[in-house]
T-cell receptor, first 117, second 108 residues
Framework: DGGITQSPKYLFRKEGQNVTLSCEQN?????MYWYRQDPGQGLRLIYY???????QKGDIAEGYSVSREKKESFPLTVTSAQKNPTAFYLC????????????????FGPGTRLTVL | GIQVEQSPPDLILQEGANSTLRCNFS?????LQWFHQNPWGQLINLFY???GTKQNGRLSATTVATERYSLLYISSSQTTDSGVYFC??????????FGQGTTLQVKP
């Protein structure tokens, strides 16, 4: 069953703790992305990776970190430096990031809802 | 950076009615996608349409790249069409920029 999986579905964190959100894909896509969605808003890009062992900051990277050690996996760590971490986090992937038309279409996982207590 | 504006922000329809959602963008794009976000938050891909016209069942979309807008048509709406519809674009940066969405409610 091909697709993008995210875990956990719900996550609760105490202030001052780091937490890591998982994102895995078995679509053989090169590019992966992390977005944040706040209530009533569109999605905003946190980080993206076009290839293994390489990643770039998006528009709201402060307080977050990522790694891309394997093609299939792109975990996101929400650090204690992120001032307002409560949000819905979505992971996506595409065949390519800046390549030929048709390879740019992004597909999304089911998301993780993070709440800071 | 590129700006994306969606209209209307909210739309209420009676089941069976037709509707048109609009997405305006401020620069040329090499990627434009329409999504439906269901009540559980899942983003469903509707169309990948940087230019031209596509149809999928009761839904169709048209992007006029030279005039920097895209339209999503929903015909014979059903209650299951309710949710938030997002337009997202990329201007050859590798990053999708999302609009604020149109919230659609279809009443039985």
């Amino acid at each position: 069953d091909g697709g993008i999986t995210q875990s956990p579905k719900y996550l609760f964190r105490k202030e001052g703790q780091n937490v890591t959100l998982s994102c895995e894909q078995n679509l053989n896509h090169d590019a992966m992305y992390w977005y944040r969605q706040d209530p009533g808003q569109g999605l905003r890009l946190i980080y993206y990776s076009q290839i293994v062992n390489d990643f770039q900051k998006g528009d709201i990277a402060e307080g977050y970190s990522v790694s891309r050690e394997k093609k299939e996996s792109f975990p996101l760590t929400v650090t204690s430096a992120q001032k307002n971490p409560t949000a819905f986090y979505l992971c996506a992937s595409s065949i390519d990031a800046t390549g030929l038309a048709g390879q740019l279409e992004q597909f999304f996982g089911p998301g993780t809802r993070l709440t800071v207590l | 950076g590129i700006q994306v504006e969606q209209s209307p922000p909210d739309l209420i329809l009676q089941e069976g009615a037709n509707s048109t959602l609009r997405c305006n963008f401020s620069d040329s794009v090499n990627n434009l996608q329409w999504f439906h976000q269901n009540p559980w938050g899942q983003l469903i891909n509707l169309f990948y349409i940087p230019s031209g016209t596509k149809q999928n069942g009761r839904l169709s979309a048209t992007t006029v790249a030279t005039e920097r807008y895209s339209l999503l048509y929903i015909s014979s709406s059903q209650t299951t069409d309710s949710g938030v519809y997002f337009c997202a674009v990329d201007s050859n940066t590798g990053k999708l920029i999302f609009g604020q969405g149109t919230t659609l409610q279809v009443k039985p």
